[in-house]
């Protein structure tokens, strides 16, 4: 089973980033960034109780503009309620109580998703103040007392969540089944592509087991394997307001991507790759998930000899950071190479779930420093002593070194292709972790 997931609704600057920073804020660290990819920093994981948990911040979405807000508010609740197992309602003990905090939390209410209401600015610990009261009247009951600036209530409050989760075990029906989010901007044809595929095979369409969720996702079994399409909700319940504002479809995808086991990135062919594809796949990768570019709506395109060669390197370059995806061109109105989909899904899959033996690796390791010799700074040169995996989804590995300032990203980024080239590795992110040694 997925792991439980973690909302924070609330107006603009109740503390909602800090919140999230906070809880954050240890998990992130120690995952760099991606040069040439920037991250609103929506989701992260976190730990609570030995429970790895995700925690998303609906704030991400915020309006520019004042008259929007009630609007973004309830999107938000609703994008919450949909994908979210509990949900942190943050109010704010300076405001009091607003009409739109009125608003959601009747909205939240109404959907008996778990709620645990905070009261944010509550920076003097013990007795709170006469105002903390009122928030009673939200009808959401007891109302948590925090400070996000200081970090007080904060762990009471993840408490409070953490008796929400749904529970560990797994589901049996689900072992093996791979968790699929197809993204892309509205129109992409996400929907066209979900329905080609469920169409002409055996579909289970069945409410997520265990779960407080109440997204509905598809489930497939068919030669390749079994599949689990994640309802990337607007695929199959659009709402004409969200098709229109790309920041929706933004935060829709993202909470798939959070799901997923693989995403496949789908990319309109009679646009090209857009800003707004560079940063959901961006998504993908810095999530640590498999990928699979598809370019859809090649029934429209023009092609001559070349086409798809020149296509390949467009989309390569629109999508830098990700070189290591495979690109599969598709039509899913004529359904046209759409049952590559399933081998190529299930082989990044793979790929994500790789152990490479340590033996090996430092064999790689010992082979690619004598063949380019690491680099050095002043006379001292980067030695790696000693390289090992410490983990999957994505192959994370670990490099022990004299002089973590020396292991430069070039060198890293050297290794990692070194390692690729052995081990395939298609369709997956790899990270590096440096760790210096006296
Ligand atoms: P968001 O818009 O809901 O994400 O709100 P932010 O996290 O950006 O916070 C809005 C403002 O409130 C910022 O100036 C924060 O420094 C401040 N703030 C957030 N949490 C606290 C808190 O616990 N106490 C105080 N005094 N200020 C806070
Ligand atoms: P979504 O918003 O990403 O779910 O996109 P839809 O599946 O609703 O598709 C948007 C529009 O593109 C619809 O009019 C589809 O018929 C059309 N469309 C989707 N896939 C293809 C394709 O492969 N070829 C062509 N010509 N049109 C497509």
New binding site residues.
């Given amino acids: 089973m997925s792991k439980p997931t973690v909302a924070i609704v609330g107006r603009p600057n109740v503390g909602k980033s800090q919140l999230f920073n906070r809880l954050a804020g240890k998990r992130l660290s120690i995952v760099e960034d991606t040069p040439g990819v920037t991250r609103d920093r929506l989701y992260a994981e976190c730990e609570w109780r030995g429970r790895v948990f995700s925690i998303i911040d609906t704030g991400g979405i915020e309006p520019s503009n004042d008259n929007e807000i009630l609007k973004f508010m309830r999107f938000q609740a609703e994008t919450a309620i949909h994908h979210a197992d509990v949900i942190i309602f943050i109010t704010d003990l300076r405001t009091g109580v607003t009409a739109s905090d009125m608003d959601v939390a009747a909205m939240l209410q109404r959907s008996g998703k778990p709620v645990v209401l905070a009261v944010n600015k509550c920076d003097k610990p013990g007795q709170p103040e006469p105002e903390f009261y009122e928030f009673y009247n939200l009808g959401l009951g007891e109302p948590f007392g925090i400070s996000a600036l200081h970090g007080y209530g904060t762990g009471d409050l993840l408490d409070e969540a953490f008796q929400y989760f749904p529970p560990e075990e797994e589901d049996d029906e689900d072992e093996g089944r791979i968790r699929v989010a197809?993204i892309?901007?509205?129109?992409?044809?996400?929907?066209?592509?979900?329905?080609r595929v469920l169409g002409e095979e055996r579909v289970i369409v069945s409410n997520v087991a265990g779960t407080t969720r109440d997204s509905v996702d598809a489930k497939l079994d068919n030669q390749y394997g079994k599949f689990t399409f994640i309802d990337t909700a607007?695929?199959r319940r659009?709402s004409k307001v969200e098709?229109k504002i790309e920041k929706f479809s933004v935060m829709r995808s993202l909470m798939a991507v959070e799901r997923a086991d693989v995403c496949v990135i789908?990319i309109d062919?009679t646009e090209g790759v857009t800003e707004q594809d560079t940063k959901v796949a961006g998504e993908a990768h810095n999530a640590g998930k498999a990928c699979i570019i598809v370019v859809?709506?090649?029934?429209?395109v023009e092609k001559d000899g070349g086409t798809m060669k020149e296509y390949t390197l467009r989309v390569r370059e629109g999508l830098a950071y990700m070189p290591y995806a495979p690109v599969l061109f598709?039509?899913?109105?004529?359904g046209?190479r759409v049952d590559k989909i399933y081998e190529t899904i299930c082989h990044v899959y793979e790929q994500n779930h790789k152990r490479v033996p340590t033996g090996q690796l430092n064999s790689i390791l010992a082979e690619a420093t004598a063949r380019v010799q690491p680099p050095t700074d002043k006379g001292r040169r980067l030695k790696i002593y000693y390289m090992t995996q410490a983990g999957v989804c994505p192959p994370t590995f670990v490099c022990f070194c004299n002089d973590a300032r020396l292991f430069h990203f070039s060198y890293q980024r050297y290794l990692e292709n070194q390692i690729r080239e052995v081990f395939d590795l298609t369709g997956t992110p790899v990270r590096m972790i440096v760790r210096q040694r006296g």
């Fill in positions: 197809l892309g901007k509205p129109n992409v044809g996400k929907s066209s592509l979900l329905n607007g695929i659009k098709e789908m062919a859809n709506k090649w029934d429209l598709i039509s899913a109105k004529t046209q």
